[in-house]
């Protein structure tokens, strides 16, 4: 495995019941305590685990929920404790939708996972230990192991049945394909250009108590992409990551941070922050595109290699998904590795069956990317029906705010517990949207 962060952590509980031995190999030094790390720069920026990611993690590792509690993580009912404000609902109408989930910080969620995985028995967490190139078959047709660097220096060749490349970029599935003579897989790309900037606060005394945390939508004018997630953490934090795009960038300092804050289309999380006291710098973070890899469209490729999470697909961090399709994709591992056990040959089968049924599993978070495209300067291609996509996504928030039923069932498709079909498979829903998509 290559890899312990989200990805790597998730599918080492996947395949560790199904090979002897499991070696995850991270270049970071991985620290003892819930602490920032330099592989994952992404970690000092708001990370909301959605409830389909933490049911894919308790799958995989069960009772995983309470090592959140005892890690200190936040309860937010779904539909109440975050306020959501959009423009013509400030707020979304806030009610119990019926399910729970965890607000942390990204180091005590890995933190927690990471303890998971190193209480595997036939599992070696190798850290530092920098993986330098996949090694294949004088062939190519097969991947045969590793060549890693140790934190001494010292240089190895591992040999292995299965490479799982968890290295979020895939930089290495890359190369050993061009080494190989294949070709990469064709992308997809959305091209948002994402300034971040967060910061985080003790809690003040006087702090809200009808939420937990909010979000802030921009405005209705497309050009205006200013947005923010104000989110509770274990030890009485807030974490407030700042967005805009195209140059709207947040500035990296506290006074030009909290001067963005003001400019927010509604005042509810500057007047929360603005007397707060913030625990450490603003940090800034500058993400260009969404990025769909289509593996499955490839002819050839090597046995015994199987790219995973981000290695597949990047989506724009401001719909909260990566972490959680990446929980959902060792689900799928380990259901495939399940089902292949029974044929002659399941390493063989494994990447053609993943690449086969990873599709369905990204259709629905990829589709809500593609709503980027609401901005005009968003680059890429705009899916042919976006503009009745974006109708549709209208009428369903105006009938979502009036009816708690359909309230719950847009959350639980934003939330990846069902995929987006289930507005289709549903006539008498379609009947009113389509109603009021001709109003709209
Ligand atoms: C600003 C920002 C905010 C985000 N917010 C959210 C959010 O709110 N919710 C959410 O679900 N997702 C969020 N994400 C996405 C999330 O961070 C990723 O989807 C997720 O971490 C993907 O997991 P991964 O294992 O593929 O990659 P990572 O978690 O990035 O892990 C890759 C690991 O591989 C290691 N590595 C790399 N190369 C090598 C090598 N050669 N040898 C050994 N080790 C190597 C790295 O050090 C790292 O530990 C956000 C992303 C960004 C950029």
Not at 9 to 16: D, M, N, S, V
Not at 117 to 124: G, I, K, P, R
Request: a negative charge; proline letters at 8%.
């Amino acid at each position: 495995m290559v890899g312990a962060g989200m990805g790597g952590l998730a599918a080492t509980g996947a395949i560790a019941r199904h090979f002897e031995q499991v070696v995850v190999m991270e270049r970071d030094a991985l620290p003892a305590e819930p602490a920032h790390r330099p592989g994952i720069p992404q970690g000092r920026h708001v990370h909301g685990l959605l409830v389909s990611g933490q049911r894919a993690l308790s799958a995989l590792f069960p009772g995983f929920e309470q090592d959140l509690v005892r890690a200190g993580a936040v309860p937010l009912i779904a539909g109440l404790d975050i306020r959501s404000e959009r423009p013509g609902y400030d707020p979304f109408p806030q009610r119990d939708l019926g399910w729970s989930s965890y607000a942390l910080s990204r180091s005590a969620l890995e933190h927690a996972l990471r303890r998971r995985v190193e209480s595997l028995a036939n599992v070696e967490l190798r850290q530092p230990c920098r993986v330098l190139e996949l090694l294949a078959t004088p062939d190519g047709a097969t991947v045969s192991g590793v060549r890693c660097e140790n934190g001494d220096g010292s240089r190895e060749t591992l040999a292995a049945d299965l490479v799982i490349d968890a290295s979020g970029r895939g930089a290495l599935t890359f190369a050993l394909l061009k080494s190989t003579g294949r070709s990469p897989p064709e992308e997809t790309t959305i091209g948002v250009d994402f300034g971040y900037a967060t910061c985080v606060f003790a809690v003040p005394d006087d702090a809200p108590t009808d939420w937990k945390g909010v979000l802030t939508f921009g405005g209705r004018d497309p050009q205006s992409s200013r947005g923010a997630l104000l989110h509770p953490l274990e030890g009485n934090r807030w974490m407030l990551s700042l967005g805009g795009r195209h140059g709207e960038d947040p500035a990296g300092d506290i006074d030009g941070f909290l001067a963005f804050a003001r400019e927010l289309r509604t005042p509810t999380i500057y007047n929360a922050v603005r007397h707060a006291k913030p625990l450490g710098p603003v940090v800034r973070y500058g993400f260009p595109e969404s990025v769909l890899r289509h593996f499955e469209r490839l002819e050839t490729f090597p046995r015994g290699l199987l790219p995973i999470a981000d290695a597949i697909c990047r989506f724009n961090p401001i719909y909260g998904q990566g972490m959680s399709v990446a929980a959902q994709e060792a689900c799928l591992l380990e259901r495939l590795l399940e089902r292949l056990s029974e044929e002659s040959d399941p390493i063989g089968g494994l990447a053609p069956a993943f690449f086969a049924e990873v599709p369905a599993l990204l259709d629905t978070p990829w589709s809500v990317a593609t709503m980027d495209f609401i901005h005009p300067s968003t680059r890429g291609q705009r899916p042919a029906d976006f503009e009745t996509r974006l109708k549709f996504g209208m009428a369903l928030t105006r009938l979502a705010a009036q009816d708690p039923a359909v309230h719950r069932l847009a959350a639980e498709v934003q939330s990846l517990l069902k995929p987006r079909s289930v507005y289709r498979d549903d006539p008498a829903l379609m009947r009113v949207i389509s109603a009021i998509m001709a109003q709209v």
